[in-house]
């Protein structure tokens, strides 16, 4: 709802309010006086019923309209006490009873009533209020006036919550940074091996060793670029197109025909158990990816002649409802605890030397993340150093209306050709 339509609202409730307390006080007034002469002017009559009926009407509209707004409202009298607070103005906790409990809203508040016009501020909430998080809000004092005239009856505080605004930007603005610093490092490598290639070519082995390195350093940044795209497909406004039912099994076999290639240069094993009549629901291009970038994962950060294990079972999350768990297992270098909860953020990397010789990007566990999420799932991982670590994802199952059949152990079946 627009600023005009909330400050309509609040003023509506305010008049009505302040009209009906005068009409009680002119007849409680009226009630109580003596009898007077008749030839003594008589009292301005009252108005008629019918023109009454919409201001009847007025203050208990406006006081659903205030009570289902989003943004939180305050409306203070001329001593600062509130006199109306709507639910989102108490849930944000600026209030100690009926007073303001933060200095910058009262200094605001009298900012208003002194120049009797609208003032707008950013103000932040500390941290130290009841326990809970910081809080941003945008605050718009407005001044207001019931009658005809200049007297200002109090100040509306139209208060909006832009904490998760300003996260958003500083991710943006964070994601921009490290994009231009991502982009730069092979697009400079680039350039450099063209010059030395230049530089070198009465010399075939130097320009023999330079274009593979420009080759190594084109599929980097192919790589980066493709992950920048699916990135931002998973985070747009449709995030998961094309849902439809979608067979694990189909899945987890697309994600290790993906890594295959990978696999065999690194000669890695790559093994496979899934559970018969697994169903979630998805983009099944989606879901593959996200399990082959696990998969690929595993087989950047484990050992020549090791083995990954994909499996796909039944379970149940915290609430005990229905999931499928897919699990990636390898036997590689384990993650330190210390980056055990930073391993999702894009461009991170626990081994940035290992993932500039692999080739990695720093993206492909933020995207399983992405994906997971969309898909209303969880995704964990469990580690050791040295020990190799288990990643899990955790998707809810669909009920399959077929005869259910017992479900079959494949875990001691090799992909063929996955080992060299």
């Known amino acids: 709802m627009s600023l005009t339509a909330i400050v309509v609202a609040v003023a509506a409730l305010v008049v009505g309010v302040l009209l009906g307390v005068s009409l009680a006080t002119g007849r409680r007034r009226a009630a109580s006086a003596p009898d007077t002469p008749q030839t003594l002017p008589a009292e301005p009559a009252l108005p008629a019923p019918e023109d009454t009926t919409p201001r009847r009407m007025s203050q208990p509209l406006a006081s659903l309209v205030v009570e289902a707004l989003d943004h939180g409202v305050v409306v203070l009298d001329r001593d600062e006490r509130a006199v109306l607070v709507n639910p989102a103005a108490r849930s944000m906790g600026v209030l100690d009873v009926d007073k303001l409990a933060f200095a910058e809203l009262v200094t605001l508040t009298r900012r208003s009533l002194e120049s009797a016009g609208p003032l707008t501020a950013s103000v932040d909430l500390p941290i130290g209020r009841l326990g809970r998080e910081p809080i941003a809000l945008s605050v718009t004092a407005v001044p207001l006036r019931p009658g005809v005239d200049d007297w200002v009856a109090g100040v509306c505080l139209l208060l909006a919550d832009v904490s998760e605004s300003r ?97 065999e240069q690194a000669s890695i094993t790559v093994s496979l158990s899934c559970e018969d009549d697994l169903l979630v629901r998805g983009n099944e291009a989606q879901l593959a990816t996200a399990v082959a970038n696990l998969v690929d994962n595993a087989i950047s950060y484990s050992g020549s002649g090791t083995r990954v294990a994909v499996s796909a079972r039944v379970s149940s999350d915290v609430d005990a409802r229905p999931t499928v768990d897919i699990s990636v297992t390898d036997q590689g270098i384990g993650i330190a605890e210390g980056d055990r909860d930073r391993i999702f953020e894009r461009f991170y990397r626990i081994d940035p030397a290992r993932s500039r010789a692999t080739g990695g990007t720093g993206l492909g566990l933020a995207i399983v993340k992405n994906i997971v999420t969309n898909h209303l799932g969880t995704v964990h991982v469990w580690s050791a150093e040295r020990s190799g670590s288990t990643f899990t994802i955790q998707l809810p199952r669909v009920h399959s209306d077929r005869p259910s059949s017992a479900p079959s152990d494949r875990s001691d079946v090799a992909v063929e050709g996955l080992r060299t």
């Open 167 to 263: 996260r958003l930007e500083a991710v943006r603005r964070d994601f921009v940074a490290n994009v231009s610093h991502e982009l730069k490092t092979p697009v400079g490598a680039l350039t450099l091996l063209a010059e030395a290639i230049q530089d070198a070519a009465d010399e075939p082995q130097v320009v023999n060793r330079f274009a593979r390195r420009i080759q190594h350093e084109g599929s980097r940044l192919a790589k980066l670029v493709g992950e920048l795209m699916e990135l931002s497909r998973v985070q747009g406004v449709d995030p998961m197109p094309g849902a439809t039912e979608v067979e694990v099994s189909d899945i987890i076999a697309e994600a290790v025909e993906r890594t295959k290639l990978a696999a």
